[in-house]
């Protein structure tokens, strides 16, 4: 397996949520998912990177809210009714905080076991996907293991939180 801060290889299997980006599927441990909610109205922040769509209110807290599509430099996306923010848990080195993912549509929770995860494979010096730690074939599908904690680099979680 690919090495990962937050992940250890006896540790892989287990529930993620998985969800759509332009009909590819993707998947976050249940562990670092605090909640699943309708884009609300979210409030743009002036000078901040392109992927990055604003702030919300949830329930007292301020949460960043960013596009996954825009982080992965994939095409944009108008939003639907079946549009989501994830509401996930980022550990950086110095604080851990919130921040909600905008994704496509929120597919359904999968157990996966560690024998249906295959290491990342490499796509050359010119693609990063470090935030990727494995490639899980369930069901006739591929869905891509996805590390939030690596999604963002150290200066954009800086950004993010202040």
């Given at each position: 397996m690919k090495e990962n801060k937050n992940f250890e290889e006896s540790s892989?299997?287990?529930?993620?949520?998985?969800?759509?980006?332009?009909?590819?599927?993707?998947?976050?441990?249940?562990?670092?998912?605090?909640?699943?909610?309708?884009?609300?109205?979210i409030t743009k922040i002036p000078k901040t990177?392109?992927?990055?769509?604003?702030?919300?209110n949830l329930r007292g807290?301020?949460?960043?809210?960013i596009d996954l599509r825009n982080k992965?430099?994939?095409?944009?996306h108008?939003?639907?009714?079946?549009?989501?923010?994830v509401i996930v848990k980022i550990i950086g080195d110095k604080s851990e905080f919130y921040i909600g993912i905008i994704v496509d549509k929120v597919l359904e929770v999968l157990d996966i076991?560690?024998?249906?995860?295959?290491?990342?494979?490499?796509?050359?010096?010119?693609?990063d996907t470090h935030?990727?730690?494995?490639?899980a074939k369930v069901r006739q599908k591929?869905?891509?293991?996805?590390?939030?904690n690596s999604i963002l680099t150290e200066t954009e979680m800086d950004q993010l939180t202040g």
């Open positions: 892989l299997k287990g529930k993620y949520l998985t969800f759509d980006l332009m009909d590819e599927h993707y998947g976050v441990n249940v562990n670092w998912i605090m909640q699943i909610i309708a884009i609300p109205s990177p392109t992927f990055v769509k604003g702030v919300i807290r301020i949460i960043p809210v992965f430099s994939l095409p944009e108008i939003y639907d009714d079946r549009t989501s923010i076991e560690e024998s249906e995860i295959e290491k990342t494979p490499s796509f050359g010096v010119d693609t935030y990727i730690f494995g490639m591929v869905v891509s293991l996805l590390d939030i």
